[in-house]
């Protein structure tokens, strides 16, 4: 049995990966920054008797996870796999992002993401072994309009993880990617929409709202993630990058054409852009 910690799991892909691990036989220590609304792990937990251990931790906080991994730490002498799966997200032009959501965006999917990292990977050197796990998107690799401070935090989680990656190999620890594309989760529920009738962004607000209007309904369940997941992290032949989900076509597709070509796209008028981005990278928002 390893020892697993993932960040997150209230809802969504945290959930579902916690459970999963757990079913497969992994100690899981799933954490969430309010454990009051650990309603459905804990349901889950005692329903199938499964080995996971809710703990408090804010992603935020130097402290927090300080404490958190300690606890974890003593409880258990190691960490395996640790699961940096908790994350905000934004929409609204860049223009006029306000900047509070803007650094809160990075406090906790790229910062969290770090902290976090740092502080794990003096346990995974001394065992010569670990598998660190991060929730990118399929934004981290196409920068999609109206979502500039959500893609830049997502973008950086991916040049910092392959960097990471690099440096620990020799350690025998492993970095991954998951880059999900339109999962079923409650982040959009979540979301920040800045919208203004009189904005003269407001094609882009548009565009935009098509874009995740159209993905939505035909989501991957989060399920589906967390089995990527578990193979990523077990697999004896690891690769950096899993695109998984409804929608991660549209990476392979967007390399395919010049960035001239796409930046391009955003100067013509709805009919156009809706017809040369269905060209470009497969999505119909029509």
């Known amino acids: ?3 697993c910690l993932i960040t997150g799991t209230s809802t969504g892909i945290g959930l579902a990966t916690a459970l999963h691990m757990a079913r497969h036989g992994h100690k899981v220590h799933a954490t969430m920054r309010n454990t009051a609304k650990a309603e459905a792990l804990n349901t889950a937990t005692a329903a199938e008797d499964l080995p996971i251990v809710l703990r ?5 906080s130097a402290q927090s996870i300080t404490t958190c991994v300690a606890d974890v730490l003593a409880e258990d002498g190691r960490i395996d796999v640790l ?3 908790a994350g905000l997200s934004s929409s609204c032009p860049a223009e006029v992002y306000p900047e509070d959501e803007h650094r809160a965006l990075f406090e906790t999917n790229y910062w969290g993401v ?17 598998a660190i796990v991060n929730i990118s998107s399929i934004a981290g690799r196409v920068a999609i309009l109206n979502q500039a401070a ?6 950086a989680v991916e040049a910092y993880s392959e960097s990471l990656a690099q440096e620990v190999a020799a350690f025998g620890i492993r970095i991954v990617l998951i880059e999900p594309g339109f999962i079923r989760t409650a982040i ?26 159209r993905g939505m309904p035909i989501a991957t369940p989060p399920e589906a993630v967390a089995a990527v997941i578990l193979e990523a992290a077990t697999t004896d ?3 950096l990058r899993y695109p998984v989900g409804e929608g991660s076509e549209i990476i392979e597709r967007r390399s395919g054409i010049s960035d001239e070509a796409f ?11 809706y017809a040369r981005l269905s060209d470009a990278i497969g999505v119909d928002l029509t």
């Open 188 to 213: 959009t529920e979540n979301t920040p929409v800045h919208y203004d009738k009189a904005s003269p962004y407001k094609h882009v607000m548009r565009r935009s709202g098509r874009f995740f209007a």
């Open 150 to 155: 959500y893609c830049a935090s997502k973008f």
């Open 114 to 130: 770090v902290r976090l990292t740092e502080a794990v990977l003096p346990g995974m050197r001394a065992q010569a072994s670990g």
């Open 263 to 273: 930046v391009a796209l955003g100067a013509l008028d709805d009919e156009a852009y």
């Open 237 to 239: 032949q690891p690769r």
């Open 56 to 60: 408090a931790m804010d992603v935020t």
């Open 1 to 3: 049995m390893s020892t």
């Open 83 to 85: 699961v940096n799966n």
